[in-house]
C-alpha cells in the first residue's frame, strides 16, 4: 500500500483563515520531505521542504511541521487566500535510492469568501 | 530559463496505437523523471533516467512502456498499444543533481493528458 497518505481528501477554510494540510507516512527510514501544490490542469509545484533531523521550517506564510514519534507530517498555511485553493502532496523520499520522491493521494483546499 | 517543457499537452488515442510524450528539462538538468497520475489520484513514479541511462525503471509496467532520453533530444515515454487504463495525466520532472544526492525538489512540467479511447 502506500507509505504516504493524507487523512482528509478535501478541506474548506474560510478566506484569511489559517490551514492545516496534515499527512502520515509509515516508512520510518524516510529522510526528507517536500509539499506540492498543483492547481487544477498544471504540474506539482514546489512549496516547502523538510529534512528528518528538522521538526520546523518556515517559509512565506506556510510553515511544515514533522512529528517523527509518529510519522506525521502537516503543512500550515496562515491568512488563506483565493490563490491557495489546490491539491497539496506531501511526498517523502526514503533516502538511498534514485527513484524519486513517493507520493500521497492529495488534499484539495477549498477556499470559501 | 525556461521551465521543464512537454507535449503534447492532449493527447487522444484509439485503442491499440501508440502513445509519444516528450519532455524536455530545464535547461542544465540531467535527470529526467516520468510520474503517472490518475484522475483524484497521487502521483506514482514511474522511471527515472539521465542521459542515455535508465536509472530506475521499477514503477514502470513491464509490458508496452518503455522510456529514453537520448544524448541529443528530450525524453520520450512511448505508449505501445494503448488500452483504456493508460487514460492518466503524464507528468515528467527534472533535477539537476541525481536522486540521491540532492535536496530533492523536482521541477515539474505541466504534464501530458492522454485519453484513450
Known amino acids: 500500500g502506500e507509505s504516504v497518505g493524507l487523512h482528509l481528501p478535501t478541506l474548506s477554510v474560510q478566506e484569511g483563515d489559517n490551514s492545516i494540510i496534515n499527512c502520515a507516512y509509515s516508512?520510518?527510514?524516510?529522510?526528507?520531505f517536500i509539499w506540492y501544490k498543483q492547481e487544477s490542469g498544471k504540474g506539482p509545484q514546489f512549496i516547502i521542504d523538510?529534512?528528518?533531523?528538522?521538526d520546523k521550517r518556515q517559509g512565506q506564510r506556510v510553515t511544515v511541521l514533522l512529528n517523527k514519534t509518529v510519522k506525521h507530517l502537516s503543512l500550515q498555511i496562515a491568512a488563506t487566500q483565493p490563490g491557495d485553493s489546490a491539491v497539496y502532496f506531501c511526498?517523502?523520499?526514503?533516502?538511498?535510492?534514485?527513484?524519486?520522491?513517493?507520493f500521497g493521494k492529495g488534499t484539495h483546499l477549498i477556499i470559501q469568501p | 530559463n525556461a521551465g521543464v517543457m512537454q507535449n503534447p499537452r492532449h493527447l487522444v488515442r484509439r485503442r491499440g496505437q501508440e502513445a509519444r510524450l516528450r519532455c524536455s528539462p530545464m535547461?542544465?538538468?540531467?535527470?529526467v523523471y516520468w510520474y503517472r497520475q490518475l484522475p483524484e489520484e497521487g502521483l506514482k513514479f514511474m522511471v527515472y533516467?539521465?542521459?542515455?541511462?535508465?536509472?530506475?525503471e521499477s514503477g514502470m509496467p513491464k509490458e508496452r512502456f518503455s522510456a529514453e532520453f537520448p544524448k541529443e533530444g528530450p525524453s520520450i515515454l512511448r505508449i505501445q498499444q494503448v488500452v483504456r487504463g493508460d487514460s492518466a495525466a503524464y507528468f515528467c520532472?527534472?533535477?539537476?543533481?541525481?536522486?540521491?544526492?540532492?535536496?530533492?525538489?523536482?521541477?515539474f512540467g505541466e504534464g501530458s493528458r492522454l485519453t484513450v479511447l
Open positions: 520532472a527534472s533535477s539537476p543533481l541525481p536522486g540521491t544526492r540532492n535536496t530533492g525538489e523536482l521541477f
Open positions: 523538510i529534512r528528518s533531523n528538522m
Open positions: 533516467l539521465q542521459k542515455e541511462n535508465i536509472i530506475d
Open positions: 511526498a517523502e523520499r526514503t533516502g538511498g535510492g534514485a527513484d524519486g520522491l513517493t
Open positions: 535547461k542544465g538538468h540531467s535527470h
Open positions: 516508512n520510518s527510514a524516510s529522510d526528507y
